[in-house]
């Protein structure tokens, strides 16, 4: 679990990175032109070589599809969890956040 868990979160938090940095120095002007960055920054990216093969991430994510096609990775609320806007939230003077009654 630990393996699928990295192996879809790395590219995640690497493209909302890539993408948080940009939107702080030039915000798009509608969700339409922010979905077209969005994909011509995802083409990109799957279209550089692959970290350990001598072909194209995507080339590698096709050529290792399972027999029985593409299956749901998680729940939707886990990957709403993933996807979900930005909170703010207060600091106590302890340097601790209560997030759901649970404070860390």
């Known amino acids: 679990m630990l393996v699928k868990r990295f192996a879809t979160e790395r590219p995640f938090r690497t493209v909302k990175e890539a993408h948080e940095t940009l939107y702080h120095f030039h915000k798009p002007e509608t969700e339409r032109q922010a979905n077209e960055w969005l994909m011509r ?43 979900r806007e930005p909170e703010s939230r207060k600091v106590g003077v302890d340097a601790r956040i209560a997030i759901g009654g649970t404070s860390y």
């Open 41 to 83: 920054y995802l083409l990109r990216y799957n279209d550089q070589s692959h970290r350990s093969e001598k072909h194209s991430r995507l080339a590698d994510w096709l050529a290792n599809l399972p027999a029985e096609g593409v299956r749901d990775m998680c729940a939707w609320e886990q990957y709403c969890r993933f996807a």
